[in-house]
Each structure stands twice: as C-alpha cells, then as structure tokens.
C-alpha cells in the first residue's frame, strides 16, 4: 500500500482499515473508495487534513 498523502510505501496497519505512514507521519483510513487522511496532533487527536475519493490508493503487500 502507498500512502495517498506522500506516495511512500513506509506504511503500517494499526486497526481495521486504519493506517499510519512512517514517511509523512499522516494517519488515514479506507472505506472502499473513499479515503480520509489525518494529522495527528500533539495531544494525539486526529484533525481531518484531506478527504476525497482515491480510486487509485495502490493496496499489496509492497513487494
């Protein structure tokens, strides 16, 4: 999977359809084609950053 903020594949799962990029340090999670991206603030609140449809959200495994 690559991150739909960065483009990075520095991606990891923390809950169901919930995800956390180690590269651009955005949370975002994925609900068929809709994709929410977030800011994870200091005192670990997530603000909405971004929110749209991302039919092109690359899934596998990133071999």
Same mark, same amino acid.
């Given at each position: 999977?690559? &991150?739909?903020? =960065?483009?990075s594949r520095d991606v990891g799962k923390i809950g169901a359809n919930q995800? +956390? &990029?180690?590269? =651009?340090f955005a949370e975002f999670n994925v609900s068929g084609d809709?994709?929410?991206? +977030?800011?994870?603030?200091?005192?670990?609140?997530?603000?909405?950053?971004?929110?749209?449809n991302h039919a092109d959200v690359e899934f596998g495994t990133g071999a």
């Open positions: 999977m690559r &991150c739909p903020s =960065c483009t995800y +956390y &990029c180690w590269n =651009c809709e994709v929410r991206i +977030y800011e994870v603030a200091e005192d670990g609140s997530l603000i909405v950053v971004d929110q749209t």
